[in-house]
């Protein structure tokens, strides 16, 4: 069984950053396809990006191309989701997940078999 445990967000400016973190146990990360996910309220979850298990490929939703940025420690077995240049319409829940298949590389969440609990990120404006 797979544990995700976000952590980072809270409120900002908007313009401004904040730094999420997925921290991961219970499996063998470094095989894993992470994404990260947003749900803003009233509206469905939406896909922010992905990395590849070794890191060295991402993703990213129009959206936040260009200020978003996944990273990812497979020694710490954690996640990162660095966010510049915040805007209020990136305010919503954020959640990591996991694709343990190993051959996948998706914007779908069902194809993510495990996921964190979110942490709330507001930017005002």
């Known amino acids: 069984q797979v544990q995700l445990v976000e952590s980072g967000g809270g409120v900002a400016q908007a313009g401004g950053s904040l730094r999420l973190s997925c921290a991961a146990s219970?499996?063998?990360?470094?095989?894993?396809?992470m994404g990260w996910f947003r749900q803003a309220p009233g509206q469905e979850r939406e896909f922010v990006g992905v990395?590849?298990?070794?890191?060295?490929?991402?993703d990213y939703s129009d959206s936040v191309k260009g200020r978003f940025t996944i990273s990812r420690d497979n020694a710490k077995n954690t996640v990162y989701l660095q966010m510049n240049s915040l805007k209020p319409e990136d305010t919503a829940i954020y959640y990591c997940?996991?694709?343990?298949?190993?051959?996948?590389?998706?914007?779908?969440?069902?194809?993510?078999?495990?996921w964190g609990q979110g942490t709330q990120v507001t930017v005002s404006s």
């Open positions: 997940a996991a694709d343990t298949s190993g051959m996948r590389w998706s914007r779908r969440s069902y194809e993510y078999e495990y």
């Open positions: 219970g499996g063998t990360f470094s095989t894993y396809t």
């Open positions: 990395i590849s298990w070794k890191g060295g490929s991402t």
